[in-house]
């Protein structure tokens, strides 16, 4: 069974860092594209970023470039999202996926609020 | 980057036939946008109906299809049942970077 589980959300201050992870199993990883997509309280989905099998190409969002970014640890099945200098628009629910393969996470909340 | 655009909402009878369109902002949409669509339900996670255009998993009912229409990407439900009343969203590849649509609230109804 393929299973994506994030972990790392909660809250922070405006201008703070926070980690997201993302623990794979049930598939090969390493073969694998991986993305972070987020949605916004009543909003809809957001493309993040994604990675490549072997991580040598990673795309972001504009909005996210120089504040995030996408890493993977291919030999610990994980996948990673570095965020610094929050803002209260990324406040969300952050989901690691393969949306093509049909594979979600139950996604991590990230607040960012004084 | 690109700006992809869906119809905010429909509403479609039981048992009637609706189809959503998601449209780029840079031109055609085509089988290279590698087009999917996904069902979100409040509080639940998305779930994957179509990837690649038209390819179904073993868990998307056969009554929703996915095509290319007239320089858009196209779902089509046949035969509404009241659980799919939901959000639905498409996403588009450009060559790595992925847009998700805004997103069409669908009423059975």
């Known amino acids: 069974e393929v299973q994506l589980v994030e972990s790392g959300g909660g809250l922070v201050q405006p201008g703070g860092s926070l980690r997201l992870s993302c623990a794979a199993s049930g598939f090969t990883f390493s073969n694998s594209w991986m993305n972070w997509i987020r949605q916004a309280p009543g909003k809809g989905l957001q493309w993040v970023a994604n990675?490549?099998?072997?991580?040598?190409?990673?795309y972001h969002v504009d909005s996210v470039k120089g504040r995030f970014t996408i890493s993977r640890d291919n030999a610990k099945n994980s996948l990673y999202l570095q965020m610094n200098s929050l803002k209260a628009e990324d406040t969300a629910v952050y989901y690691c996926?393969?949306?093509?393969?049909?594979?979600w996470g139950q996604g991590t909340l990230v607040t960012v609020s004084s | 980057q690109a700006v992809v655009t869906q119809e905010p909402s429909l509403t479609v009878s039981p048992g009637g036939t609706v189809t959503l369109t998601c449209d780029s902002s840079t031109g055609a949409v085509t089988s290279g946008h590698i087009p999917c669509w996904f069902q979100q339900k409040p509080g639940q996670a998305p779930k994957t109906l179509i990837y690649?255009?038209?390819n179904k998993h073993s868990w998307t009912p056969a009554r929703f299809s996915g095509s290319l229409l007239g320089g858009k990407a196209a779902l089509t439900l046949s035969g509404a049942q009241p659980e799919d009343e939901a959000e639905y969203y498409c996403s588009l590849s450009y060559s790595g970077p992925w847009v998700f649509g805004g997103g069409t609230k669908l009423t059975v109804l």
């Open positions: 690649d255009t038209s």
């Open positions: 990675i490549k099998e072997d991580g040598s190409e990673k």
């Open positions: 996926a393969r949306p093509m393969s049909g594979h």
